[in-house]
């Protein structure tokens, strides 16, 4: 079987940007996204640029038998993952109570479920090529998050999941990095709902700057990365600070976003 880089959420922001950085290494990819025709414009990118063609896999990462389908195309054309990148996820800005339970729900299923099933599904292959898992969560998985309840807490799990999995994949030459990126200009606070945003420059880092971290954390098999010297300062100061002051100055931002 041919060996290739697995990327989901590949269509915008940090997945393309990621696509383009493992391209640039030598990486055969699959994207997966849900919308096929950016995902066919990012594989014609990657072509003009030099680099082997994607395979494209046009795929809901929510829908509960998805891990199942991407698995068989990959049978299918005899590909094996040596490499997995998680990025697929959303948010959603509001509270809790209010927001659509059914989005929140997919919110899970997309942030905690799938990478979940993804990150565990290619065991085999990954120890096999002694390859590794790329996880991408986010600064906001260190806070309590009102405002943005369950996505805050799906990424809270993302950290602690990706950590637990390095610690047992280690020993089986299985590298596992979680990517936790602050603020990152791109469609996902469209997406969240979001009417403004207000993030210091220097807690922004853009979408390449981010990718980059990222490849070359996983390649020294870093447990975590935190890109931007700001974001590394937040967890820190998170131990000095009550969680209930963290909880009320994030909510403030949050709510302000709407």
């Given at each position: 079987m041919r060996p290739i880089t697995l990327i989901t959420g590949a269509s915008a922001g940090i997945g393309t940007a990621l696509a383009h950085e493992f391209a640039a290494h030598g990486h055969e990819l699959v994207l997966v996204a849900r919308r096929e025709e950016r995902l066919v414009k990012l594989a014609d990118a990657i072509t003009a640029q030099g680099h082997k063609r994607p395979t494209v896999i046009p795929i809901d990462l929510a829908q509960p038998d998805a891990v199942d389908r991407i698995g068989d195309v990959l049978t299918m054309f005899d590909l094996e993952p040596d490499v997995v990148v998680n990025n697929a996820g959303f948010g959603l800005i509001g509270a809790a109570d209010?927001?659509?339970?059914?989005?929140?729900?997919?919110?899970?299923?997309?942030?905690?479920?799938?990478?979940?099933?993804?990150?565990?599904?290619?065991?085999?292959?990954?120890?096999?090529?002694?390859?590794?898992?790329?996880?991408?969560?986010?600064?906001?998985?260190?806070?309590?998050?009102?405002?943005?309840?369950?996505?805050?807490?799906?990424?809270?799990?993302?950290?602690?999941?990706?950590?637990?999995?390095?610690?047992?994949?280690?020993?089986?030459?299985?590298?596992?990095?979680?990517?936790?990126?602050?603020?990152?200009?791109?469609?996902?606070?469209?997406?969240?709902?979001?009417?403004?945003?207000?993030?210091?420059?220097?807690?922004?880092?853009?979408?390449?700057?981010v990718a980059a971290d990222a490849y070359r954390a996983l390649a020294a098999g870093r447990r975590l990365v935190l890109p931007g010297i700001g974001n590394r300062l937040v967890p820190f100061g998170l131990r000095l600070a009550p969680r209930a002051l963290a909880a009320a100055i994030t909510g403030r931002h949050n709510f302000s976003r709407r």
């Open positions: 209010e927001l659509d339970l059914a989005e929140q729900l997919a919110m899970v299923d997309v942030n905690v479920r799938a990478l979940t099933d993804l990150s565990l599904a290619f065991i085999e292959p990954l120890q096999r090529r002694r390859g590794g898992i790329l996880n991408v969560a986010s600064l906001a998985g260190f806070l309590p998050g009102p405002g943005m309840a369950v996505y805050y807490a799906s990424k809270a799990y993302v950290v602690s999941f990706s950590e637990a999995l390095h610690h047992e994949l280690k020993p089986r030459g299985v590298r596992v990095t979680a990517l936790c990126p602050g603020p990152v200009p791109s469609e996902f606070q469209a997406r969240a709902g979001a009417r403004t945003e207000h993030f210091p420059p220097f807690f922004t880092q853009s979408p390449e700057r």
